[in-house]
Nanobody, 121 residues
């Protein structure tokens, strides 16, 4: 069992930056790939970024590539999402998830409760 708690969301102006964190419980953190997803208002949940259990492999959605960096610290059971050059269309609830190194939600077994990111224009 893995419990995930996101933090770091908030209100930011367009062009600004935010770093989201996700704290994981459990002793098997490094055995899971971690993903970040987001759900904009009135829309489906969508993939943002993923990182393999070792941290050596990452993958990004085209919509955020070049503006977002996913990283993890397996010694602290933490995964991060550094977001820069934020746009109003990045406004969403952001979720971290633990599972397989894939871009689809069914590939992830455990989910956090989400953190709101709002980008004002």
């Amino acid at each position: 069992q893995v419990q995930l708690v996101e933090s770091g969301g908030g209100l930011v102006q367009a062009g600004g930056s935010l770093r989201l964190s996700c704290a994981a419980s459990g002793r098997t953190f490094s055995s899971y790939a971690m993903g970040w997803f987001r759900q904009p208002p009135g829309k489906e949940r969508e993939f943002v970024a993923a990182i393999s259990g070792s941290g050596l492999n990452t993958y990004y959605a085209e919509s955020v590539k070049g503006r977002v960096t996913i990283s993890r610290d397996n010694t602290k059971n933490l995964v991060y999402l550094q977001m820069t050059s934020l746009k109003p269309e990045d406004t969403a609830v952001y979720y971290c998830a633990a599972g397989s190194f894939v871009v689809v939600t069914p590939g992830y077994t455990y989910w956090g409760q989400g953190t709101q990111v709002t980008v004002s224009s």
